[in-house]
């Protein structure tokens, strides 16, 4: 099916809903601290080129102790923790196809529950443009992916080598399936993936539709707005998230803010808030790979220093609850109210402490209401962009866990294990 990108024009007046832009509490930024902090993560050839990015929770259905954390790791794949934050597998991503191709590079994971009689995975594989799909039992994945899977977004190799593939990635189960949304790296493009059955116990997976989001703004004073990166790229969305019992999804554009939409891509999207530098001028400068900004206009929100990265949701009774984002600009995270017009409610860091470093410059994250081992009021766990203690030349990252008790009464939120289970 043909992408719908007739929803929207070059340019887009946006409107920002729900009070969104209410001024951040005088109280300022809470803090809250890791009480897990998984092994140290090295993006070099001695670590194998392991880089942290996002996080995904899988519940044990027979014991929720033995439930563990699943995380991506760049051209490294996937590593499975227990919620110790120990190590207890680790998958590689494929190999290149060809000697001059990508090689695979797990970028974003989420879990689906109930696929047949299975609980799976999924992984967008940036490197080569596709699906990887893992079958959890006990806590162990099996790789289960089709191998005739198709790419997702391109249609030949050379196209996958230009590195418009696969990106961001959420689940979403509802009457009809189960599916993947997916982004595309630096388009705005978000693709609704069906995943199928396959001979053999493997699982296929089929594009069903793509929505395309603005790439420019009409901005207050007449003036239009694009994002400044470099020549070609569009702004691009990685972090998302679907509300499992509203069918709606989050998708957070990085440099532009946070998006609420239908989970099946039909409708016009609503963008809930806006980047602090949202409308701010740029002139990219191709030697330093960098952009030049320029003045501020003042239209931007005041809650997401770019890059606006993951988005999860904290589940309560009777459709209430917290939409979460993490604030990359500034190590941040912002909380919203997941019911109504998503009004914001509050800033938190996760800080250092006791031997455990805090949480930089975060990409994914994850949160769930249900009782995990030590975490018996929930428990978010957080990508770490920047490691501690520092190596010389070493970039370094890893993931956090920490209590959802610490963060609610920090910011006076509510903890209700009664809410969604992703078993239910």
Same mark, same amino acid.
């Given at each position: 099916?043909?992408?719908?990108?007739?929803?929207?024009?070059?340019?887009?007046?946006?409107?920002?809903?729900?009070?969104?832009?209410?001024?951040?509490?005088?109280?300022?930024?809470?803090?809250?601290?890791?009480?897990?902090?998984?092994?140290?993560?090295?993006?070099?050839?001695?670590?194998?080129?392991?880089?942290?990015?996002?996080?995904?929770?899988?519940?044990?259905?027979?014991?929720?102790?033995?439930?563990?954390?699943?995380?991506?790791?760049?051209?490294?794949?996937?590593?499975?923790? +227990?919620?110790?934050?120990?190590?207890?597998?680790?998958?590689?991503?494929?190999?290149?196809?060809?000697?001059?191709?990508?090689?695979?590079?797990?970028?974003?994971?989420?879990?689906?529950?109930?696929?047949?009689?299975?609980?799976?995975?999924?992984?967008?594989?940036?490197?080569?443009?596709?699906?990887?799909?893992?079958?959890?039992?006990?806590? &162990?994945?099996?790789?289960?992916?089709?191998?005739?899977?198709?790419?997702?977004?391109?249609?030949?190799?050379?196209?996958? +080598?230009?590195?418009?593939?696969?990106?961001?990635?959420?689940?979403?189960?509802?009457?009809?399936?189960?599916?993947?949304?997916?982004?595309?790296?630096?388009?705005?493009?978000?693709?609704?993936?069906?995943?199928?059955?396959?001979?053999?116990?493997?699982?296929?997976?089929?594009?069903?539709?793509?929505?395309?989001?603005?790439?420019?703004?009409?901005?207050?004073?007449?003036?239009?707005?694009?994002?400044?990166?470099?020549?070609?790229?569009?702004?691009?969305?990685?972090?998302?998230?679907?509300?499992?019992?509203?069918?709606?999804?989050?998708?957070?554009?990085?440099?532009?803010?946070?998006? &609420?939409?239908?989970?099946?891509?039909?409708?016009?999207?609503?963008?809930?808030?806006?980047?602090?530098?949202?409308?701010?001028?740029?002139?990219?400068?191709?030697?330093?790979?960098?952009?030049?900004?320029?003045?501020?206009?003042?239209?931007?929100?005041?809650?997401?220093?770019?890059?606006?990265?993951?988005?999860?949701?904290?589940? &309560?009774?009777?459709?209430?609850?917290?939409?979460?984002?993490?604030?990359?600009?500034?190590?941040?995270?912002?909380?919203?109210?997941?019911?109504?017009?998503?009004?914001?409610?509050?800033?938190?860091?996760?800080?250092?402490?006791?031997?455990?470093?805090?949480?930089?410059?975060?990409?994914?994250?994850?949160?769930?209401?249900?009782?995990?081992?030590?975490?018996?009021?929930?428990?978010?766990?957080?990508?770490?962009?920047?490691?501690?203690?520092?190596?010389?030349?070493?970039?370094?990252?890893?993931?956090?866990?920490?209590?959802?008790?610490?963060?609610?009464?920090?910011?006076?939120?509510?903890?209700?294990?009664?809410?969604?289970?992703? &078993?239910?």
């Amino acid at each position: 099916m043909r992408p719908l990108s007739g929803l929207f024009l070059a340019t887009l007046t946006i409107s920002l809903i729900g009070g969104a832009a209410v001024p951040a509490s005088s109280s300022g930024v809470a803090t809250v601290y890791p009480q897990v902090e998984t092994p140290a993560l090295y993006d070099d050839e001695a670590g194998g080129n392991a880089n942290g990015d996002d996080p995904a929770i899988w519940v044990d259905p027979h014991d929720s102790d033995d439930s563990v954390v699943i995380g991506t790791a760049k051209e490294a794949g996937l590593f499975v923790y +227990d919620l110790d934050g120990r190590q207890v597998q680790h998958l590689p991503a494929p190999a290149a196809p060809g000697p001059d191709d990508e090689v695979g590079r797990f970028n974003n994971v989420d879990v689906a529950y109930g696929f047949g009689d299975r609980d799976l995975a999924v992984v967008s594989d940036r490197g080569r443009d596709q699906l990887r799909i893992y079958a959890i039992s006990h806590g &162990r994945l099996t790789d289960v992916t089709d191998p005739a899977a198709p790419f997702v977004f391109n249609s030949t190799q050379e196209q996958v +080598d230009d590195k418009e593939t696969a990106y961001g990635l959420a689940t979403w189960t509802d009457s009809t399936g189960t599916y993947a949304l997916v982004s595309r790296r630096h388009r705005t493009s978000v693709g609704l993936v069906k995943l199928l059955p396959k001979p053999g116990g493997k699982v296929g997976y089929q594009l069903v539709r793509t929505l395309d989001l603005p790439a420019s703004f009409a901005l207050p004073n007449g003036q239009s707005w694009t994002p400044c990166d470099e020549p070609g790229v569009q702004p691009q969305v990685e972090g998302m998230v679907v509300d499992q019992e509203k069918d709606v999804l989050y998708a957070a554009q990085e440099d532009v803010g946070i998006w &609420r939409m239908r989970a099946d891509l039909t409708g016009t999207p609503v963008l809930v808030d806006k980047t602090k530098e949202f409308g701010v001028p740029g002139t990219y400068d191709a030697e330093a790979d960098e952009c030049t900004p320029g003045a501020d206009p003042g239209y931007g929100g005041t809650h997401l220093a770019a890059d606006a990265e993951g988005l999860t949701i904290y589940y &309560r009774e009777d459709g209430k609850g917290y939409l979460l984002a993490s604030s990359q600009g500034d190590s941040t995270f912002a909380v919203y109210r997941r019911e109504g017009s998503n009004s914001y409610l509050g800033q938190f860091r996760v800080g250092e402490k006791n031997g455990r470093d805090g949480v930089e410059h975060s990409d994914g994250s994850t949160v769930l209401n249900v009782p995990l081992g030590d975490f018996d009021e929930g428990l978010f766990v957080a990508h770490d962009g920047e490691n501690t203690p520092a190596e010389p030349d070493r970039e370094i990252t890893g993931f956090k866990f920490t209590k959802w008790d610490d963060i609610a009464d920090k910011l006076d939120l509510d903890v209700d294990t009664d809410g969604w289970d992703p &078993r239910d």
